[in-house]
């Protein structure tokens, strides 16, 4: 039996399940949504995904926290492992220090040892630089490479 992908989601994705404004996001995200209440892969989230949802507008937020209830996932709390890692991603300027949750983001999936981080944030997390910068770090530091991929790498097109 083949070993369970471990997928780390960033709040692009849980965001993104209710997203009026991408329809064609908001179906891949919820195609890998149904994969992952069928428990095709086990699935992390950090606190702070769960900080950043709470900044939802109420209705978003009551829908998006039921998005959460569907699936068994793994809860990371931000540690000084954590803090440490993405202080290290953003002084070589991987990460803007402005966008430091989104540095948090890739340093929680990557201390939980997690096969990749999903994400929609085009800006600063799912592009070259940050890709090679962060594993070049990993790679440094000890960790293992991460694989940063949008959601609709992990979803059959049909």
């Known amino acids: ?11 692009s994705v849980i965001s993104h399940l209710d997203h009026p404004d991408n329809p064609q996001n908001t179906l891949i995200t919820q195609k890998l949504w149904d994969s992952c209440k069928k428990q095709e892969y086990i699935v992390f989230i950090s606190e702070l995904v769960l900080i950043e949802l709470e900044g939802c507008n109420p209705a978003k937020k009551s829908k998006l926290f039921g998005y959460l209830r569907q699936v068994d996932y793994n809860l990371i709390f931000l540690t000084e492992e954590i ?29 939980s040892n997690c096969d990749f981080l999903v994400s929609w944030n085009f800006k600063h997390i799912v592009r070259a630089k940050t890709i090679l910068g962060v594993n070049g770090i990993n790679k440094l530091t000890g960790y293992k490479e991460i694989q940063i991929v949008s959601p609709n790498m992990l979803v059959d097109e049909e």
């Open 83 to 111: 803090s440490n890692l993405a202080e290290k991603y953003i002084n070589s300027a991987i990460i803007p220090q402005k966008f430091k949750s989104d540095a948090l983001h890739i340093a929680a999936a990557t201390v």
């Open 1 to 11: 039996m083949d070993k369970k992908l471990t997928l780390y989601f960033d709040t």
